[in-house]
Each structure stands twice: as structure tokens, then as C-alpha cells.
């Protein structure tokens, strides 16, 4: 009996077998890895320059002791970053990358600027007071920020998968900031030293006590806060559809000047001497941070709710189960489930875990453009592509969901069946993990981690069974293939796309047109839902439509 793999091959579509041919005979230069050598080059020679000129006017000393106190706040900063992009977390290359960006190249672009400027203002004006105060107040932000933001607009051009929001490019910004700022603390910190040792202050009353206090323990945050202004308005921008090009470069710019006009009111409040500067610290930089950082969180709150609202349309359609979308948006449920797969299975069972809780997301924030007429022209391919990832972790990643949902959903009533149904209840079906304990009652009444019953047959629609239903059977088939696209574009109304032959449901549809799987009757696994023509991966035309039909 021949063996249905675990999802069909697809034949290549037309622009990419264009494209690949094409990159036989593209020149040397267009290749990935000579613009990835050119740009590593470029920040490695950045790192050395910047460190001999901060070296030469610090000297070996003081250099040496900025490096050790401006690097204090560096991994707490990096921390909250990373902790507002957990829900879907981006690659690390893009966060080294930024960082880089802001140590090396940003702070060289900056110091050479800020310099110029000042020496010429300083030489046209005869006042280097004045020149003084002009290049910190009008040419440094100007220069910072724009240096800073080219991070920003780097990662929103060449990595556009990875740049989906709001958030994408508060972190991107935030940690392209943090960068600059600790190379910019080691030069300020270690000119105090050096100042501290030419007039012998020590302690307390030190220039470098001062400073210290100054920068790295009441306002860390400055330069994120500044720049991360830029990264909203890209952010806003990588929200916007297809076509808005006005609106994708006004949103940029925008933030752009309200990061500089910050940037130029902190620097200014330094010639308002200490009370002045107190109070711009109090009226604006305390209530910006706080304003910022309730934005932040209530955007990352609002995506979990995204992933729980267009979820359900996948799992009605068989490639996900009932109880995933309510685990994978709950932060506890995520971290129930990883924590669970590490246990029993393993350190590497737990990043599979990870991998898929962020592809499962990545796809609900697809659907969601989708639905609000975002999407770009490789809507089909990219969600073909995220549900096969998905298909490939199953069989580790839905047990320590399910189990993670059981332990963080509210009870409910349940009625149990007189006799025994495996699965379900405290009677565990085959599975890659071990029974665990049993929360009654909790969502729908799951007992120990249901396994996978036997492969449905070739070309089923590859039906589930109703978990927590009385008379269900824990178990699920293996969901046919793909049904064909049709080439349709993804914002058209439709139907799910009809389930195929080879082991994989069909690609989910719109909302309303996935159904709802029906009660199973006793001893049978419902049935996966409506699947309607082949070729329709439509969105509702109307409010209000809900995942279910």
C-alpha cells in the first residue's frame, strides 16, 4: 500500500522558476552573501575606527572604565526589547545587526558630523561657546537620529517579512538606540575619568560619579525613547496596504521629526541649568516614557488577541487543533507549552515548541492583513509556506499546547460519559509524551494529552475529533492536500479551498467560510467544516463575519 507524504509537493510557480534562472546569470555582486560580506565589513571597519577615536580622547584608562560602566544598562534594555517582541519574536540577526548598527556606524557617522559642524560654526561665528550649544541643541539631533533611523530603514526595506508592525519597529529602533547610546557613554564617561584624574576628584563628587548618574541611571532610556518615535512611524507605515507609497514615506518622516524635536528639547535643557533641566526631565521625558511604554504593551496585548481571533479559522479547517488558538494566545500558555515539551522531550522539543508558536502567529497576522485588505501580492505563498512549517512540528508542538491549555483555561461544566473514551478524561491515547495530570473540568473536560490516533486515508478531508465533546475520540486523521488557489487574490470572496489527496487540509479561506466542525456522533471524529470550491481564499466583504460561518 503506498504511503502519502506528509504534505504534497508543489510545483514551482511560474515568477519563481523565472526568478531562479535568472540567478544563474546574475552578476557577483547581486549575490546574497557578497552584500551580507559588504556589510559586515562595513560595520567591522565602523567598530575599529570608532574605537580609536574614542581611545584617542579618552585614552587606554578611561576607556577602559567607560566600557565597564556603560555597559551596565545594556543587557536590561536588551531584555525589555526582547520581552515586547515575544509574542512574535523576530530573528536575532536583525537585533545584532541593529545594534551594530548604532555602536559602530551610527556613533562614527555622528561623531565625524557633530565635529565638522561645530569646528565650523565655531570658525564662521567666532564664538565657540555658541557653536557649542548650536551643535547640541540643532546639529546633533538632526545627525543622530538620522544616522540612528537608517538602522530602521535598512531592516523596513531588506527584511519587509520581518517588519509586520508596530512593534517590529519600536524594537528594531529601541535596540539600534541602545547600541549608540552605549558607545556614546563610553566617551562621555571615560572623558570625566579623565577629567577626575587631572583635578583628582574621586567618589561621590566626581565628574564621573556625576555622569554616571546623569546617564545611565536616570535616563537610560533617552536615546530608545527618541528613536523609537522613528520606529512607530515605520511601524505604522509597514501596517499600511499595498499602493499607499505617500503614505509609507510621510509616516517615516514624521516620526522621524518628532524623535529629533525630542531629541533637541532633552539636549537644550542642559543650558536651563539643574532646575531647568529637572523639569524638562519631569514634564516631558518621564510622561513620553510612560505614554510610550503603556503603547507598546497595549499593542502586544492586541496582538494576542489577533492570534485568538483569526486562529479558529485554521482550526476549523483541520490544520490546527481546537484548543491551540486559545493557548497560542495566551503568553502563560506559551510558556506552559515550551516548558512542558523541554520536560519531557527535550531542550530541542522546546524550540520546536517556539518555532511553533511564532510561525502560528506570523500566519494569524498574515490572515488578519488579509481580512483588512493588507495583504501583498505573496499572500498565498506566504501562508502556504507558514502552514507547512506548522505541519512539520505537529506532532511535538499540539500535545504541550493542548496540555497548556487545559492548565490555563477557565472550568466548565462538563458531563462525562459512562464509559471510557481514550483521549479523553484521564484515558490517554498513544503519544509522544507521557499522561499528565488532569484539571477537571478545564477546557471542555481534556484529560491527559491526547495523542494522534491512525492516519486518515489518502485524500480525506482529514477530520478531528470534537476535544471535550462526550463521545469524541481524542484522535485525528491525517487532513488531505492542498486544493489549487486558482490564482485567485486573497481579499476576494470565497470559500476554503477543497481539501486534496496527499496528507494536508486545504489553505483556510476567508473568515466565515471555513465551517465549524459538527458534534461528532459516538465513537467518530466530526467532520473538519465546510470546504467549498477549489481556488478561493476570499475575506468577508461585511462586519461582523465570524471564523465559524
Known amino acids: 500500500m503506498a504511503i502519502s507524504p506528509p504534505f504534497p509537493p508543489y510545483p514551482p510557480d511560474p515568477g519563481t522558476a523565472a526568478e531562479s534562472s535568472g540567478l544563474r546569470h546574475a552578476h557577483w555582486w547581486q549575490h546574497k552573501w557578497v552584500r551580507y560580506g559588504a556589510l559586515i565589513t562595513l560595520l567591522a571597519l565602523s567598530g575599529l575606527v570608532i574605537l580609536a577615536l574614542v581611545r584617542e580622547q579618552t585614552g587606554t584608562q578611561g576607556f577602559l572604565v567607560g566600557l565597564g560602566l556603560a555597559i551596565l544598562p545594556v543587557p536590561l534594555l536588551i531584555a525589555a526589547f526582547?520581552?515586547?517582541?515575544?509574542?512574535?519574536?523576530?530573528?536575532?540577526?536583525?537585533?545584532?545587526?541593529?545594534?551594530?548598527?548604532?555602536?559602530?556606524?551610527?556613533?562614527?557617522i555622528a561623531i565625524v558630523a557633530n565635529s565638522f559642524a561645530t569646528q565650523w560654526i565655531a570658525t564662521s561665528t567666532a564664538?565657540?561657546?555658541?557653536?557649542?550649544?548650536?551643535?547640541?541643541?540643532?546639529?546633533?539631533?538632526?545627525?543622530?537620529?538620522?544616522?540612528?533611523?537608517?538602522?530602521?530603514?535598512?531592516?523596513?526595506?531588506?527584511?519587509?517579512?520581518?517588519?509586520?508592525?508596530l512593534v517590529d519597529g519600536v524594537v528594531i529602533a529601541g535596540v539600534?538606540?541602545?547600541?549608540?547610546?552605549?558607545?556614546?557613554?563610553?566617551?562621555?564617561?571615560g572623558t570625566a575619568f579623565g577629567t577626575d584624574q587631572l583635578s583628582g576628584d574621586s567618589g561621590i563628587a566626581s565628574v564621573t560619579a556625576a555622569t554616571f548618574f546623569v546617564r545611565v541611571i536616570m535616563s537610560p532610556f533617552a536615546h530608545p525613547l527618541f528613536t523609537v518615535l522613528t520606529g512607530i512611524g515605520f511601524g505604522v507605515a509597514a501596517l499600511s496596504g499595498e499602493g499607499r507609497r505617500v503614505r509609507k514615506v510621510l509616516l517615516p518622516l514624521g516620526g522621524l521629526l518628532l524623535a529629533m524635536g525630542m531629541h533637541a528639547l532633552w539636549n537644550g535643557s542642559s543650558v536651563l541649568g539643574a532646575w531647568g533641566f529637572f523639569a524638562v526631565y519631569g514634564a516631558f521625558m518621564v510622561p513620553a516614557f510612560g505614554v510610550l511604554t503603556w503603547l507598546v504593551v497595549w499593542t502586544r496585548q492586541r496582538e494576542l488577541g489577533t492570534v485568538r481571533e483569526e486562529l479558529p479559522a485554521y482550526a476549523a479547517a483541520g490544520w490546527i487543533t481546537?484548543?491551540?488558538?486559545?493557548?497560542?494566545?495566551?503568553m502563560r500558555a506559551r510558556l506552559l507549552a515550551r516548558k512542558y515539551a523541554r520536560q519531557h522531550l527535550g531542550k530541542p522539543a522546546g524550540r520546536t515548541v517556539a518555532q511553533y508558536e511564532a510561525y502560528a502567529t506570523s500566519l494569524a497576522f498574515l490572515r488578519h492583513r488579509g481580512r483588512l485588505g493588507r495583504a501583498g501580492a505573496d499572500f498565498v505563498s506566504r501562508e502556504r509556506e507558514l502552514l507547512n512549517e506548522l505541519w512539520r512540528r505537529k506532532d511535538v508542538a499540539r500535545p504541550a499546547l493542548e496540555h497548556a491549555a487545559r492548565m490555563t483555561a477557565p472550568p466548565v461544566p462538563v458531563t462525562v460519559p459512562p464509559w471510557p473514551v481514550h483521549g479523553m478524561y484521564g484515558h490517554p491515547a498513544p503519544g509522544p509524551y507521557p499522561p499528565g495530570p488532569v484539571r477537571p473540568g478545564a477546557y471542555g473536560g481534556y484529560g491527559s494529552p491526547a495523542g494522534y490516533g491512525s492516519p486518515g486515508a489518502a485524500g480525506g478531508s482529514g477530520s478531528y475529533g470534537s476535544h471535550g465533546a462526550p463521545g469524541g475520540t481524542g484522535a485525528h486523521g491525517a487532513p488531505g492536500a492542498y486544493g489549487s488557489y486558482g490564482g485567485q487574490h486573497p481579499h476576494a470572496t470565497g470559500p476554503a479551498g477543497q481539501p486534496g489527496s496527499a496528507g494536508q487540509p486545504a489553505p483556510v479561506g476567508g473568515p466565515g467560510h471555513a465551517g465549524h466542525p459538527a458534534p461528532p456522533p459516538s465513537g467518530h471524529p466530526a467532520?473538519?467544516?465546510h470546504a467549498g470550491s477549489p481556488g478561493h481564499t476570499g475575506f468577508p466583504t461585511h462586519p461582523g463575519h465570524t471564523p465559524y460561518g
Not at 540577526?93 to 559602530?104: D, V
Not at 481546537?322 to 495566551?330: I, K, N, R, V
Open 127 to 165: 564664538d565657540p561657546s555658541s557653536a557649542d550649544t548650536l551643535g547640541a541643541t540643532v546639529i546633533a539631533p538632526v545627525v543622530e537620529e538620522s544616522a540612528k533611523a537608517a538602522a530602521v530603514l535598512l531592516v523596513f526595506l531588506f527584511r519587509r517579512r520581518d517588519f509586520t508592525g
Open 82 to 108: 526582547r520581552w515586547l517582541d515575544r509574542v512574535e519574536p523576530g530573528p536575532w540577526r536583525n537585533l545584532i545587526f541593529a545594534f551594530a548598527w548604532g555602536a559602530c556606524a551610527a556613533a562614527l
Open 322 to 330: 481546537p484548543a491551540e488558538p486559545y493557548a497560542l494566545g495566551s
Open 176 to 189: 539600534t538606540a541602545t547600541g549608540f547610546a552605549f558607545t556614546e557613554n563610553i566617551l562621555y564617561l
Open 527 to 529: 467532520p473538519s467544516g
